[in-house]
């Protein structure tokens, strides 16, 4: 029975020290032919859980498997296009109204860094 209680008590500590991803954030990130494209992010942590979306020129697409730890953050985005899908696997760092991500595809892993949308 204390064991419980002291797991629910570090649970709640480890909530309080979370950082506030909540909301939209906005990147430039390299698109192909060296063109930049501009992806929203928006997000939303409920606990130690993350939804949300990833939007595009391409469109929106649900985030998946998300996680909030302390100041990290990771989620999934499987795109779909025709028959083919492509994986593409978020890691992030919170540090007040920056997120810096790495993103690993089939393609390889990038790094970019989005910031908090202020309208």
């Not at 391409?58 to 100041?71: A, H, P, Q, Y």
């Amino acid at each position: 029975m204390i064991s419980r209680i002291l797991g629910a008590l570090a649970l709640l500590a480890l909530a309080a020290f979370a950082a506030d991803v909540d909301g939209k954030w906005q990147a430039e990130t390299p698109g192909r032919g060296g063109q930049t494209m501009v992806q929203t992010f928006t997000l939303k942590a409920d606990g130690d859980k993350l939804t949300g979306t990833v939007s595009n020129p391409m469109g929106e697409t649900e985030i998946s498997d998300g996680k909030v730890n302390g100041d990290e953050i990771s989620f999934a985005v499987v795109r779909r296009m025709g028959e083919r899908e492509m994986k593409m696997n978020y890691t992030g760092k919170v540090s007040g109204n920056e997120i810096k991500f790495k993103v690993e595809t089939p393609r390889g892993a990038r790094e970019f860094t989005a910031k908090r949308a202020t309208s």
